[in-house]
């Protein structure tokens, strides 16, 4: 049997093609074979990790701006398919979508394995094959279409669309094999490296506050100059620095990472909306406070542990001084440290915990307006095997249901 089109990958992307190109079907009044071929177990792994279980569908400020390598194609996905029509779609296939005042978009149940199931559901409804346990060793064009080795089945196809993901989160099926398939064709590919990961730090001190979460400002600087900075949440790990805050900036420093040049340090605000001298203003009037020692300095200010760290970073000891013995002087070194906390960066958790790959196959290899590629007549792209990576918060997710939006299209309009 020949297909009209095959699909490579069951996360996202692959998943939201299939519907679409059954959408087009049925608008168009034909009947077409849609095979969708899954290397993992299950399809949609990926997907039921995302915003923790919750699924951060999209996001309604979802532009340009937001999307990195090859941003171009970004933006003309979303122009075809926008965060507002994304809603619509998954409110026609069952999933009611809500907006949340930062502009991130879930659905009501906050279940990600909700929004897998209407895709999956809908693409059988309509007509899709989906078969897992399916790895696709290789592609290769034919005088009227493709032929797609699966061990030793060949199969064959009108169209197909490669939608493998990326090489983060292995552990969730995440892996580099699929770029290979366009490699081999002779498709240029942009250096991958993790994105939405955590940092790596100096651990003197972080280990002492491992598990504590702080609302904080953190900015990355190489060689002293500002490149990334947040403000939000902040973990700190055995290994370094997590939370949304540190992982919304993290691209920089997995770039640094790949390249190895200059010397990269977090800086920790730990008292973001006050003022260097407002934090030394406080620490003298708590100097005074009566049978307090150093150690309870903090204390109902800071995280205690965290207080307790920021002396120890300041060397203003030792803690069981009384809190009338601190200086001046010492109340100007903890309040430096409570505003610019530095911790040098030696590097990420890398692709095993990173949401997202940055780099992939070269934006100039795709055509804008289709997702075809330039030299591949019928071979199509979407997701995050492209060079296209988002920021945190649903814009990644966007990418992967614009580009499939693209692609489909274009497929259908093919048939």
């Known amino acids: 049997m020949k297909y009209d089109c095959i699909i490579i990958g069951g996360g996202a992307a692959g998943l939201a093609a299939a519907v679409f190109l059954g959408q087009a079907a049925v608008r168009q009044g034909v009947r077409r074979s849609v095979l969708l071929l899954e290397k993992g177990p299950r399809v949609g792994k990926k997907l039921l990790a995302t915003g923790n279980g919750t699924c951060n569908l999209t996001n309604i ?64 409804a309509l007509g899709t094959d989906i078969r897992c346990d399916h790895k696709v060793d290789s592609l290769r064009p034919t005088r009227d279409g493709w032929q797609v080795t699966v061990d030793t089945q060949t199969l064959t196809a009108r169209q197909v669309l490669v939608a493998v993901g990326g090489a983060a989160a292995p ?33 003197d001190y972080v280990r002492a506050v491992k598990g504590i979460r ?100 300041a060397e203003v000891l030792p803690l069981t001084r009384p809190a009338d013995s601190l200086s001046a ?46 030299r591949h007549p019928g071979l199509y792209v979407a997701g995050e095997v492209l060079d296209v990576d988002g920021d945190c918060g649903g814009f990644n997710l966007q990418f992967a249901w614009s580009s499939a939006y693209m692609a489909a299209s274009s497929i259908a309009g093919n048939w």
């Open 329 to 374: 002087k010492e109340c100007r070194q903890a309040a430096m440290v409570v505003k610019n906390w530095a911790l040098p960066v030696t590097g990420t958790q890398g692709f095993g915990g990173a949401q997202v790959t940055a780099g992939g196959i070269a934006g100039d290899e795709v055509e804008a307006a289709t997702m075809a590629l330039r």
């Open 171 to 203: 552990s969730l099926g995440g892996s580099a094999d699929g770029y290979r398939l366009l490699t081999d064709l002779g498709c240029k590919k942009a250096p991958l490296f993790p994105s939405i990961v955590q940092l790596r730090t100096a651990t």
């Open 61 to 124: 400020h979802a532009a340009g701006v937001h999307y990195h390598g090859a941003s171009a194609l970004a933006e003309k996905a979303l122009k075809a398919l926008t965060p507002q029509a994304s809603m619509a779609f998954f409110e026609q296939i069952g999933v009611d979508c809500r907006v949340r005042p930062d502009g991130k978009v879930y659905p009501y149940s906050e279940q990600a394995g909700a929004v897998l199931d209407a895709l999956r559901l809908e693409a059988e």
């Open 214 to 313: 702080v609302d904080a400002g953190v900015t990355l600087r190489l060689d002293g100059r500002p490149v990334a900075q947040a403000e939000g949440e902040v973990l700190f790990t055995e290994y370094g620095l997590s939370g949304p805050a540190v992982m919304g900036i993290s691209r920089p420093a997995a770039d640094w990472e790949r390249q190895k040049k200059g010397t990269l340090t977090a800086h920790l605000d730990l008292l973001p909306e006050w003022t260097q001298e407002q934090v030394e203003a406080r620490l003298h009037q708590r100097s005074g406070l009566a049978g307090r020692t150093l150690e309870d300095l903090f204390t109902g200010l800071l995280h205690k542990r965290v207080g307790q760290t920021v002396l120890r970073v």
